[in-house]
Structure formats: structure tokens, C-alpha cells
């Protein structure tokens, strides 16, 4: 398609019972754009602003439950390292209280596994810092009564029957350690900062201190070995809720990531519906949409909500706010997969203006056309080949993130692959295609009864005295593409401006007619005199003509309409207007037309980077060792020729696109058709 898809408004109005459902569908298939702030057909009153007050209250409360549960399910996942997706999937559906109930249950159970292993984690750090402590005076030849003013530990002997003993461990938790002596016997330690809360338990559990016998010395040794196994205890609980944490993965795992989806939705959802237009128990939402969808749209949303919708449908011309300017018509673009795949280049600039001409298909040719003419060679081009086949659906799928550029890479591996056939490069060697080469142009030269040897190359870009001519006429095509583009750019402004009515710049501006007639009838001049013309009286009536209509554009485009007064800011500023509109005019089409001897250039320079390769691997061909070496060289060569100039060709495609071709009619950008979707990658 050569102009945009035509768009239509559409309002609907559901049930509230229909609105989730609605938006739903909306969200998957991801085929209207909505309008931001629709407006309101019925003026607000004091009943339906307190209706639409409660309905604001009700979602809002809505979202803050499903934020929360979102909360929960993060939280879960983050504990058993399970990645949760960051938009719905396709298969998303609204939660509800099944799925709450779920999310309380695994998020219950997850806190109870991570609470158990917070308390072990700080029980074993306990333990590990007692031991520490025990180690250190272990040695010391002071009583044992003077280790109960040690810093950090607290120590405390005495009898506590088994059963107060399991009781005792349980209150004190992860605050203190209990280390059996024998029979009834029981060593406490806590840290100074927990003695308070160790006595008041061993008070409660009638724990009977013990006297340590005056004059002994040095902790006692089941103090250790206590601690000790303490420790190997709560290391294999800590193992054992390692794997049931991962039992716990495995079995949430594939549930959290679907409820995830479903409550993300739901938040988007209830985001949306919280900014539409409701009246009692009706909402309404407004939106475009590209018209060619609009029956089988309307078909699928009476099926969803089994006929209870009303749909209206608008013209763009019937739109109050796209008339009066205050809101552009959405852009969506419809074209097949080759020149699909370079709406980015366009859009990466800017939108066309709904209604105008598509510069789509024009960028996806010239910019195949132009990368193979700067970057020729039958090798290199077809590694780009197989590079864009590797990167297509059923590739590999390491490579799936450049999909998109997939089809591009075909394109200009196979333009590549041309020009490298008629430059007669494969890798660089330039030998290799020299003899059937000569051979088929000496079977066009027998048909047309010419003699002599034939070339071995078509086209030979590396200068030499037999080749000079040809590489002149090489960059005489390369201007010749550069005027074409620059006329397609030119005929595209000039039918944009009819289309919109700006008839002045359509006529009269210097990328409109009077400028394109400039520029063709002073190339008409230039192609004369390189022929052997010359200059004649004739040429400057036809110099002057147009560019007297631009430097005269708003005085001409006031008698023909009638507008007044002719020169609306004096005459000075008018003639100095005029002389600056006449030079801009020449110098930009000056300089957009030699801006393409850079595609010459870059083609030679291609040929001279790849003459040197060749040449150096066939330097060291002759020494020792020297085929390996010629391979790396060749190899190395190749690598750097493919990833660097690669990417300057490319940048220097899609500079000759922004500067000499989308700077002829893009003075004024539209708005891409961005469609509510929940899903922001759609695979395609």
C-alpha cells in the first residue's frame, strides 16, 4: 500500500458485567488504539457524579487488592528464585477467588518455610559466635565462676527435668542455646544482651541452678561438644529445608508465573476501566481502529459479550477534535514482509501524517539497493545471507532477539551478492570469478560481434589506467540514484501538500513544483555541457522562471487566493526572506545531490579494503607455513570487512534516508497506531 490504512473511531458501551471481558479481548488481540481522555456525550449531573465517584472508589480499592497479591507472589518467588513473567501471557485469564485463595495458601506456606530458615540461620550464627567465645577461654586458669562476666556469653548450670528441657528449647528459640550435660543436667548460654530473658525462662521451667565446685577452672568440656552438635543439628535442618524449598520451587513454580500473569492483567485492566466514561452501570471507551478490521471486530465483540454492546463508528472527518487539529489521526502501515521489516527506518524518524503518501516501500528498495552497491561481494553478502536466515523464526534460537532484523539481512546479503558479481569479489579474492566471467561476456560479445579479450571483471572499481572511465561512470550511477531519490522525495512532498490542501507549498515552495523544476532543468544543464553543450540564453529563463515563483511564493499565493495584505512584514523582511529561501534552495539540492558520490566512495573503499586483504594473504602464501597463514588472514580480513564497514554502510544508508530523502516531505510528523495491548512483545 502506498498511503496509510484508512481509520475509523469507534465508541463502545458495555455492561459493567462485560467490562473485564471486554478489555480482555482488547488487551489480546491488541487491535485498538483507546483515546486518553474520551469525552463525556451527557453532561455530568450531582447523581451521575456521585455514580461515577463510587465507581472510581470501587476499582480503585480493586487495584490496591490486586497490587497486594501481586506483593505476595513476588515476595514467594523471590524467596524460591523463580522469575515471574512482566506482562500477561497469552493465555492470561481474570483472577478470582479461587486464585486468591491459592495465592494466600502458597504464599502462607512459602513465609513458613523462610521464617523456619531465618530462625536456624540466626541460631547457627549464634551458635557459631558461642564457640567462638568457648574456644577463646578454653585455656584460661580462672575459675568458672569468673567466666559469668565474660563480654558476650552468658552461662548458666543446672537440673531440668526432659520434658521442661523440650519446652525450654522451644521458648527460647533461636535466643539462647541448651546443651544437655547428662541425665538432668543442662548448660544455658545466651548472649549478655538475652541473659535477662534466659533467667526469666529457666524461672518459669523451675530450672534448679547448680553451684560449680570453688576453684574449678575452665569451661567445661560438654560446653563444646554441646555446641558442636548443636551445630551439625541445625546444619541438617538447614539441608533439609534447602530441599524442600526446592520441592516448594517445583511445585509453585509453574502456578506463580500463571497467577502472576492473571493479576497483572487484571491491574492494567483495572487501571484502563478506572479512566472510562461510566454511567450507572455502563462504561464506555472510544478508540481507533484501522477500518478494514471493523466488521470482524464488531462480530467477535457481540460474540464476547453475547449481543449486550452498543458500537458506533466515526469517519475521521466527523471527529470534532481531528478537525480542528487538536488530535491526529493514528497511523497504521499494512505491507508485506520485505518492506515490513523497514517500517522501523521510517518510524524511527517519524510517522507520516494519516492520509499522505507511505515512504515505506521507496526506503525498503533504496536502502537494499544502496548497502549492496557500497558493500559488494559475493562472500560477504552471503555470510549477511545466512546470517538473516539464522535469525528467522525457525532459526536458531540464540539468535531470536534480532529476528527483526531478519529480512532486512536477506535483502542486502542478496544485493551484495549482485554487486560482488559484478566487482567479481568472493572474500576479498578477486581471481576467483575472473574466468567465468570472461567467458560469459565473451558469449555477449560473440552476439554482438565484437572482438578482443573479454574483461575478467564487469565492473572493476580498484583504480587503473584501463578502468579510470568505468569507475567515473560508476559514480556519475551513484548521483543518478541520488537524483532519483531525491525526485521521488520531492514528488511525494508535492502530493502530501494537495492532499492537505497546503496548495502554496504544493506549487511554489522550494521542494515543491517551482523547486523540482529548479533542480531537474539545472541537472538537464549540467548532462548538456558534460555532452559537449553548452550554456544558452534559453537556460536562464528556464533558471529564473521557477526560481522567481520561490523567491515570490507568498506574494504570488496571495493574488491567487485573495489573502491580504501582500507583504504581511514589510518589504525588507520579504526580499531578505526571499534571497535566504533561493540560497537555501541551492545549496540543499547542491549538497543532497553530491551527498551521494559518498556511495561511490564507500564501494571503492570497500574495493580497496578488500584489495589490500587479498594482497596481504597473498604475500605470506610463499613463506613458511604460509597457507595457514594466508587462511587467518583471510579470515581476520573478512571479519573486520563484515562487522565494521558493515555497520558504517548501514549507518551511512540510513543518514542518506533521514537527510537527502526524508527532508523533502517530512516537515510535519503524524502519530503511530499503538493498539492497547497487555503483552508489549507480540511474536510474530
Known sequence: MIRPRKMKQIELTVLERDVDGLLGFLGRRGVMQLSQNPEDPVPLDEA?????????????????????????????????????????????????????????????????????????????????????????????????SALDQLSYLTLRIGRLDLKAQVALRESLANRAVLVPLGEDRVLAAASRKGRFALDSELKKCSFIPITVPEGYHQIPAELHTGLEERLEEVDQKLQNLGERKRCLGEEYGPRLRVLAGSYTMAAIATQLRAKLVVSKSLYRLSGWVPADTLESLVTELEHITDGRIAVWAFDPDEIATVKEGKEKVPVSLKHGAFVRSFEGVVFSYGAPLYGTIDPTPFVAVFFTILFGIMFGDVGQGFVLLLLGMLTRKRGIKALAGFRHYSTPLVAVGLSSMFMGLLTGSVFTNEELLVAPTRQLLGFFMSLTGQTGEPPGHILHLMPESDNIEKLFYFFGFTLGVGVILTSIGLWINIINKIILKKYEKAFFSKTGIAGMVLFWYALFIAIRCLMGGRFAWFDILGLMVPGFCIFFSPVIWCLISGERPLLAEGLMVFIMEGFVEILETLSSYISNTVSFLRVGAFALSHGVLSFIVFTLSGMVSHLAGGSLFSLIIMILGNTVIILLEGMIVAIQVVRLQYYEFFSKFFTETGVEFSPFRFRREVKS
Do not use: C, W
Open 48 to 144: 451521575r457524579t456521585k455514580q461515577q465517584g463510587a465507581a472510581r472508589a470501587r476499582d480503585e480499592a480493586l487495584y490496591q487488592d490486586i497490587q497486594e497479591q501481586l506483593k505476595k507472589l513476588k515476595t514467594a518467588s523471590e524467596y524460591l528464585g523463580i522469575e515471574l513473567p512482566t506482562e500477561p501471557e497469552e493465555t492470561s485469564v481474570f483472577p478470582g477467588p479461587a486464585e486468591m485463595g491459592l495465592v494466600e495458601e502458597m504464599s502462607s506456606a512459602v513465609a513458613l518455610v523462610s521464617a523456619e530458615e531465618q530462625g536456624l540461620i540466626q541460631e547457627r550464627a549464634q551458635i557459631e559466635t558461642a564457640m567462638g567465645e568457648v574456644r577463646a577461654f578454653a585455656h584460661l586458669n580462672v575459675p568458672f
